[in-house]
T-cell receptor
Framework: NAGVTQTPKFRVLKTGQSMTLLCAQDMNHEYMYWYRQDPGMGLRLIHYSVGEGTTAKGEVPDGYNVSRLKKQNFLLGLESAAPSQTSVYFC????????????FGEGSWLTVV | AQSVTQLGSHVSVSEGALVLLRCNYSSSVPPYLFWYVQYPNQGLQLLLKYTSAATLVKGINGFEAEFKKSETSFHLTKPSAHMSDAAEYFCAVNPSAGGTSYGKLTFGQGTILTVHP
């Protein structure tokens, strides 16, 4: 059982470069989320999706774009990376209507220099 | 709307001492509450969760937490700290019902636990 898989796990970017983080889940979940984790700030929601073809902004969406073209995949894009986007990114998913369980990926460590 | 406050960004205890990590929440609907642990350079691991059954919840590694509605608290405790408990701990809340929240999980700021020999 793969669960929630994030790629890549580690990446170093130069300021201004673009990249995409991929989150894939094999549990047929409707809801998917992208969080970023920064020291002293816990995890903050960037964007989320409640189904294929839908996306919505979370708490800290600026500088990121997302897409959910396929139900199993939720992509997080950085069009022009900035040092402030150095962070650990976590993807999560859960079934629709189920709020006592959530499944997290292993995290992606991104450094922007 | 929902929010979580973890009191104390750093907690230091001696090995064998009681561990108490504090979490207070606010939620406009009955909440589900979670504690996660993160070891250095690793992902999140679920310690325990409250989902409206028993108010005293037991988790992995000897941790437990008690849901107190009157105090809007969900503090994490362990009777005797072990060196291997050194990690960062996160409290989180999401509504027990859907509505427009879509199950979004809100996290506290995290508490780093240090255990001294």
């Amino acid at each position: 059982n793969a669960g929630v898989t994030q790629t890549p796990k580690f990446r170093v970017l130069k300021t201004g470069q673009s990249m995409t983080l991929l989150c894939a889940q094999d549990m047929n979940h409707e809801y998917m989320y992208w969080y970023r984790q920064d020291p002293g700030m816990g995890l903050r929601l960037i964007h989320y999706s409640v189904g294929e073809g839908t996306t919505a902004k979370g708490e800290v969406p600026d500088g990121y774009n997302v897409s959910r073209l396929k139900k199993q995949n939720f992509l997080l894009g950085l069009e022009s990376a900035a040092p402030s986007q150095t962070s650990v990114y976590f993807c999560a998913s859960r079934p629709q209507g189920v709020f006592n369980t959530i499944y997290f990926g292993e995290g992606s460590w991104l450094t922007v220099v | 709307a929902q929010s979580v406050t973890q009191l104390g960004s750093h907690v230091s205890v001696s090995e064998g001492a009681l561990v108490l990590l504090r979490c207070n929440y606010s939620s406009s609907v009955p909440p589900y509450l979670f504690w996660y642990v993160q070891y250095p350079n690793q992902g999140l691991q679920l310690l325990l969760k409250y989902t409206s059954a028993a108010t005293l919840v037991k988790g992995i590694n000897g941790f437990e937490a008690e849901f107190k509605k009157s105090e809007t608290s969900f503090h994490l405790t362990k009777p005797s700290a072990h060196m291997s408990d050194a990690a960062e701990y996160f409290c989180a809340v999401n509504p027990s019902a859907g509505g427009t929240s879509y199950g979004k999980l809100t996290f506290g700021q995290g508490t780093i636990l240090t255990v001294h020999p």
